[in-house]
């Protein structure tokens, strides 16, 4: 895989501590492996894997998002609904054939994805930032409006694509490959590659930082502290639009249960990849592997012939939570 | 017979119109009818909401001093508010799809004890008898189970089924045992059985990890038409040619027209059609204007939908 290479951008000083922390997660992705090589012969195939982490492909971009929002000390709970929400607009432009050569009308789309995408976060973040609210609340109340929005642009029903040329055009987004790398692959790594990028090695990822570890002294040391957490939702915003580009080709349509419950696990995938919810620190590479572990997760009950279909939400939770439990007996240890 | 007068309900309301112009003695009379029924929160009740609101626009045209109005509601506690302010209106006959039945009888109770005609649709109350309505109007769900499986059992007699479920609920579990029934005595067999949610998302996912699973898949039988859209991308996605055919479920517009175009993953659908609501409707205004006889229950077929009568159920304007 791709993502176990840059695990830590540590700095020397502190490079034992972090070194472990950060590798738990990839330890816990690890152990599932070998659990699900034990449950199915068919698990280690590359076509399982490649299916498995194409799939986690819209988890693992809007997690990634998460973790900027998390990591700020917020949280965005709008996301699920806001995948279905941008996805439907979409849908509805490259339907309204405002433009009639299919790769003008294509690109039109996907420029609109993420400019909306950037605006539903902008709105998200503003209403935090400049209303004073509770990131919870905010994002409950835009979850509700994003989620009703969708339900009455395709009236509860389907929103579908119906251009065939568009939709032929469109379908590699998700389905195909480059170099035998499946394309939703290639956008977790360079979506992540450019997150860690910022977060890490410019000046905006260190505010956001020092913001979410303790806004008070980010105020007093002069930070733009309202321009900073904002941002961060603008960041989430454009990480769900990116989702967005992935999604449609998939299915070619949303309704109004597009995406539903996608938020949680977007802040399950932040935690088990090791970034706080209190804010302060933030693990993308380790946000992805979040995203690896809830999806195989489920894979491997699916796989396994003996776990029960009615019990495959309790161990599911279960697995999550002991592999929270190792990373914290790792961590103490370091 | 059943299937013949269905088709009249739902698809022709042309036909309803002949029938009911030898009453035109009674069009002068006053009637209001309420239709509660859930907001269109996913396909299948999305469909609900569009056959009301069709039917209750027909409905008046036909009957010029009939007055329908159609309120929906997104979970029980606002449901029984709205039956109340209906109720407030002066109903004399409420058409009702319950969110949830057993907290809404007592509201729906008040209506009939003051003296209007109740038509129950879908959802059954525990205690489901003429206490509580006059007219239940269902679809069958042990039956869209059981002539599932007894298409696959006749047209496939050897197949290795896959069978996506629903949610953990009782309606899940009817048609999973209908379904059983159906491919009794037959050498169907059913390899694995897990829950896709009726989400297209979840369908794709359970059906991708089948494909890895199984290396031979004849038929997957998935009940209901959204989750077919997942399973048809998987399978294509898959370049699996073992898979022969998928057997959805409920009549969307979209797996009706599969079915009319003759696509070979889609031979039929069964049907569990929103539409119901407007059976139960006509049947209602029938008993007002035409004084015909319609207490008691009424339950749909689960027709099975083939090529050939396939445009029967197909409804392109409908969302669902």
Redesign the interface.
Known sequence: MSTAAPTAPARPRVAREIDLRAVAPFLALALLLVLGTLA?D??L?I??LT?VIT?SAFIAIIAVGATYVISSGGLDLSVGSMVAFVASLMILFLNSGTIADPTTNLLAGVVLAIVIGALCGLANGLIVTLGRIEPFIVTLGTMGIFRGLT?WL?????I?LRDRDVQSLYRPVY?GEILGVPIPILFIAATAALAAFVLYRTRYGRHLLAVGSNEDVARYSGLPVGRVRTLAYVVQGLCVAVAVLLYVP??G?T????G?LWELQAITAVVVGGTALRGGVGRIWGTVCGAFILEIV??IM??SNFVS??L?AAIQGAIIIVAMLVQRSLARRS | MRQQFFGLAVAAVAAFAALAQPASAQEGKKYTVGVSIP?????W???V??HAQRVAKLLMEEHPGLNVVVKTSPDPASQANAVQDLAVQGLDALVILPTDPDPLVNAIQQVKDGGAFVALVDRAPSDNDDSVRDLYVAGNNPALGRVAGEYIAKTTPDAQVVVV?GL?IPIDQQRQDGFDEGIKGSNVKVLD???GNW???DA???M???L??YPKIDVVWCQDD?MA??VL?AIE?ANRSDIQYVVAGAGSK?MIKRVMDGDKMIPVDVLYPPAMVGTAMELTVAHLYDQTPVSGSYILDATLVTKDNAKEFYFPE???
């Open positions: 199915n068919n698990f195939s076509a399982n299916n799939r339900t395709s009236q509860g029903g389907a579908t389905f998939r299915l349509s309704t109004a249960t597009t539903t489920g894979n699916l796989l279909e009615y495959i | 907001a269109a929160d996913h396909g009740t999305a469909g909401v569009f479920r953990p059985r897990q829950y989400n297209r998302d794709f996912r359970v991708q990890d089948y890895t699973k959204d859209v997942g991308e996605q979209d409908s969302p669902f």
